[in-house]
């Protein structure tokens, strides 16, 4: 479940990145949060989070179409239900004794 939404996730921005109307600054947060969530290195949970701070700052652009922002905050909303299941684990897990 979680593989398949964080591709989907990746997916959805690099479709984003490609577009040729989105400005240079909000692209280069797009491949950052691209990044975050490929790279296999580190826990899941922190990099969706740096994840998210990009696409927030991403999303704050006032010359961002509004599509674009539409399409960015679904995918945020979806990296958020992640991020939420993995905290909620893993706060199971540590509480468990």
């Known amino acids: 479940m979680i593989e ?3 591709l989907g996730a990746i997916d959805g921005l690099s ?9 240079r600054n909000v692209k280069i ?3 950052s949060a691209m ?3 490929n790279n296999r290195e ?3 949970s922190l990099r969706i989070s740096k994840s998210l701070q990009d696409l927030e700052d991403a999303s704050d652009d006032p ?4 599509y674009i922002r539409s399409q960015i905050w679904s995918i945020k909303n979806k990296l958020c239900i992640i991020h939420t299941y993995l905290l909620t684990y893993y706060n199971k897990v540590c509480n468990k004794e």
């Open 4 to 6: 398949n939404d964080l």
């Open 15 to 23: 479709q984003i990145e490609k577009e040729e109307s989105i400005p």
């Open 29 to 31: 947060k797009i491949k």
């Open 35 to 37: 990044d975050s969530l």
């Open 42 to 44: 580190g826990v899941l």
């Open 63 to 66: 010359n961002l179409p509004d």
